[in-house]
């Protein structure tokens, strides 16, 4: 076992930034009222949830009332597929959604089940080999009773951001609600939901250095949600649950980093996953490939698929060298199924067990990507000669 370690999976989650936990912890032990008590206590807790609430609506562009906290990103894109699927039934104004095929299972298995349980008609739109869907396509699939268009604005796996403002364009032209998974994508991306055709957008603080256990969901005011989550009519009675105030704190903190520091940040990104990635294909030009659009494509995450590889095999001879890094997503880690996202890319059976996929994030340096190089060449180069021998 290695003494170094190295943390490579940013994508799957991020440290919480000193910043932010300093922002949070009143919330636990001084103003820990419930905000929906009258009293001082309640009070405080309801001005701190609400000014959260603003500071996360004034950063992408877009009133308090549009914003929802969640208890994860998963529950913000249930909430968006789910509430307003069913809200276009019980109006009558649709039956049929949209998704691409490599959509995080948060929207894909929601999507399933509206579907098989729920009698919606669903149409799943294939993607290119950069992993991006094809506008053509989608507006080829909108018919009169599509109710929303669900597209992520960048894959968790492979990267590849999604053309989002021509996907809004072609829903918005054709009368159809537009949902983003924007929860990679919000670590690098600033929005702008009062000029962007986007309707709905699902956010999840862990993944840019906020805390797990909540997520946000713009919803553009006018929109119809029927909430999954019934009680005590929190978040305007679209999630119900007692709100986490320290947690909504922290979303709001954590954000506010994110715009002010985007630009060093994806810069530094940028530098390591390049370094990464031209190291890799360097090494390996045959049995190597990344995977995703080469350029449009998330700043910390370098993936790549493996000819006659196991990614597991991959991620365990790392995970002993003291690297921690992921096959994809998070969720499917330990799976050993061909990765459905490489198979939607076109890659056949040689290379879809062999995905690898790796993060960069703020405390990353030069030294950790040379170090992982060099143990990468080494750990492939030995699990290659004895998939030789075998
Ligand atoms: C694109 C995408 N959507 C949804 C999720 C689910 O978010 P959470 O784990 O916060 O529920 C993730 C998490 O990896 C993700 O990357």
């Not at 095929?101 to 509206?114: D, G």
């Not at 669903?122 to 597209?151: C, F, K, M, Y």
Request: glycine share 8%; proline share 5%; aromatic share 6%.
């Amino acid at each position: 076992m290695s003494e170094k370690v190295i943390y490579l999976d940013h994508g799957a989650s991020t440290p919480v930034d000193p910043r932010v936990l300093a922002a949070m912890l009143p919330y636990w032990t001084e103003m820990y009222g419930n905000p929906s008590s009258s009293h001082r206590y309640g009070r405080s807790a309801f001005m701190a949830l609400e000014e959260a609430r603003a500071a996360v609506g004034s950063l992408i562009h877009a009133q308090p009332e549009e914003i929802v906290f969640t208890g994860c990103g998963s529950e913000s894109d249930n909430l968006a597929l789910r509430g307003v699927m069913w809200a276009a039934r019980a109006n009558g104004t649709g039956n049929h959604l949209i998704v691409s095929a490599i959509e995080h299972s948060a929207v894909l298995q929601t999507a399933v089940q509206l579907r098989d349980q729920f009698h919606f008609d669903l149409t799943i739109l294939p993607v290119d080999e950069n992993g991006q869907i094809r506008p053509d396509e989608l507006a080829a699939a909108i018919r009169p009773d599509t109710a929303l268009i669900s597209i992520m604005a960048a894959n968790n796996e492979i990267g590849s951001f999604q053309p989002i403002q021509t996907i809004g364009e072609l829903a918005r032209a054709r009368g159809v609600l537009f949902h983003t998974d924007a929860i990679q994508a919000s670590a690098v991306r600033r929005w702008d939901v009062a000029s962007q055709p986007i309707d709905l957008l699902s956010m999840a603080p862990h993944k840019f250095y906020g805390p797990k256990g909540v997520g946000v969901l713009y919803v553009r005011q006018g929109i119809d949600l029927i909430s999954p989550l019934t009680g005590g009519g929190q978040e305007d009675g679209r999630r119900a649950g007692t709100s986490n105030v320290a947690f909504a704190v922290g979303t709001a903190v954590a954000l506010q980093l994110v715009d002010q520091e985007l630009e060093s940040r994806a810069a530094h990104y940028q530098a390591l996953t390049r370094r990464l990635t031209t190291g890799l294909l360097a090494a390996f030009p045959e049995d190597c490939r990344q995977t995703g659009h080469p350029t449009d494509r998330l700043p910390h995450n370098a993936s790549f698929a493996f000819r006659h590889l196991s990614g597991n095999d991959l991620l365990m001879h790392l995970d002993m060298a003291g690297i921690a890094a992921s096959s994809g997503s998070a969720c499917k880690t330990g799976n050993p199924k061909p990765a459905a996202t490489l198979q939607a890319i076109g890659l056949d059976d040689a290379w879809t067990k062999g995905g690898l996929r790796l993060t960069v994030g703020m405390q990353t340096t030069q030294e950790d990507i040379d170090y992982t190089l060099e143990k990468l060449q080494a750990i492939i180069g030995r699990l290659q000669r004895l998939t030789a021998v075998y």
